[in-house]
C-alpha cells in the first residue's frame, strides 16, 4: 500500500512541474509596427487604434480580448475620413515559435463604432 501512495505522490508531482512549465511559455505579439509585446494593451495601425485591451486566455491557442476602438472611416479617403470611437472584439491565434520565442501569428477581429461593424485583421488574409 505504501509503494502505490508513493507512486500516486510522484505521478501528482510529475503531472504539476510539467502543467507549471505549459503555463510558464509566454506568447507574445509582434505589433504592425515591429514591436514585441506580451499582452499588448494598445495596438495601432496606420488608420485604427486599439486601446485598453483586456485579454483572457492569453498563452492558449486563442487569445480573446475587449477594448476601444479609435477608427479613421477613410471615407472618402483617409485625410477626409472622419474618427469615430468604438469598442473592439479581438482574437490571437497561429502561435509559432520565432527567435525562442512563442508568438500569436494572426489577429482578427470586429469593432463596433457608429452604428457600423468594421472588421481588422493582421496580418492581411490572416483568418482561422
Not at 507549471?20 to 509596427?33: H, L, R
Not at 472618402?76 to 520565432?98: D, E, S, W, Y
Request: aromatic letters at 10%; glycine letters at 8%.
Amino acid at each position: 500500500m505504501k509503494r502505490g501512495c508513493l507512486l500516486v505522490a510522484a505521478l501528482t508531482l510529475v503531472l504539476a512541474v510539467a502543467a507549471t512549465a505549459v503555463a510558464a511559455t509566454k506568447v507574445y505579439y509582434e505589433t504592425p509596427f515591429g514591436k514585441v509585446v506580451y499582452k499588448p494593451k494598445r495596438i495601432e495601425f496606420s488608420d485604427t487604434t486599439l486601446s485598453k485591451i483586456h485579454w483572457r486566455h492569453w498563452n492558449r491557442k486563442i487569445a480573446r480580448g475587449n477594448g476601444r476602438a479609435r477608427i479613421n472611416t477613410c471615407n472618402p479617403n483617409c485625410a477626409a475620413g472622419a474618427i469615430v470611437h468604438g469598442t473592439a472584439k479581438l482574437a490571437m491565434f497561429k502561435r509559432h515559435t520565432q527567435n525562442g520565442k512563442r508568438f500569436y501569428g494572426c489577429l482578427t477581429g470586429k469593432m463596433t463604432a457608429s452604428g457600423h461593424v468594421y472588421r481588422v485583421e493582421w496580418p492581411p488574409a490572416c483568418n482561422h
